[in-house]
């Protein structure tokens, strides 16, 4: 069973920068495709950025340049940098991994507000 547990949500102004962490128990993490999804009450859970084994990257279209994935494979951390945060980007951050099956963690809540 793969554990993974995000850190680094927070309440920040509109602008702000937020670098989100998650720390994955796999033994083999580095086979793992991570990632970041994050939800709002009453929507789906939609994909936000994610990163496979052998670093190529998707983004979603709202990100837009603001936000960076990347892993650390050694330290089996998936990382997600987001600059110029928004209102609209207010939901809770849920980190992915996937290798057979899926697998989330809990989730941190990213709060933009004035």
């Known amino acids: 069973q793969v554990q993974l547990v995000e850190s680094g949500g927070g309440l920040v102004q509109p602008g702000e920068s937020l670098l989100l962490s998650c720390v994955a128990s796999?033994?083999?993490?580095?086979?793992?495709?991570v990632g970041w999804y994050r939800q709002t009450p009453g929507k789906q859970r939609e994909l936000v950025a994610n990163?496979?084994?052998?670093?190529?990257?998707t983004y979603a279209d709202f990100v837009k340049g603001r936000f960076t994935i990347s892993r650390d494979d050694a330290k089996k951390i998936v990382y997600l940098q987001m600059n110029s945060l928004q209102p609209e980007d207010t939901a809770v951050y849920y980190c992915?991994?996937?290798?057979?099956?899926?697998?989330w963690g809990q989730g941190t809540q990213v709060t933009v507000a004035s």
């Open positions: 992915h991994a996937y290798w057979v099956d899926d697998h």
């Open positions: 796999a033994t083999m993490f580095h086979i793992y495709r």
């Open positions: 990163i496979n084994p052998s670093g190529i990257i």
